[in-house]
């Protein structure tokens, strides 16, 4: 008899969670599109700054800013 080959172990071949990532891929493409709008690469061009000077530079909520920069990271 022939060994059935193993799945891939990253969820590839999950349903549940490739509904998943169906369903909350929007959030990548939306978080990517604020920073564009609050000109986020423009306000970093002459430097590293906190989630608190971009947003009082961009006048966004800070603790926004700061999880949709940490979403933007993490990709």
Same mark, same amino acid.
């Given at each position: ?9 990253? +969820? ?11 369903? #909350? +891929? %929007? ?5 990517? %599109? #604020? ?10 061009? *002459? +430097? ?7 947003? +009082?530079? #961009?006048? *966004?909520?800070?603790?926004?800013? %700061? ?5 933007? *990271?993490?990709?």
């Amino acid at each position: 008899m022939a060994n059935k080959p193993e799945p891939p172990r990253d +969820g590839a071949h999950n349903p549940l969670q490739r509904l998943m990532q169906l369903s #909350t +891929g %929007y959030i990548a493409a939306a978080a990517l %599109y #604020t920073a564009v709008q609050l000109n986020v690469a423009d306000q970093l061009a *002459a +430097g590293s700054k906190s989630a608190a000077e971009l947003a +009082g530079a #961009t006048g *966004a909520n800070e603790d926004a800013l %700061y999880r949709v920069l940490r979403l933007l *990271a993490s990709l």
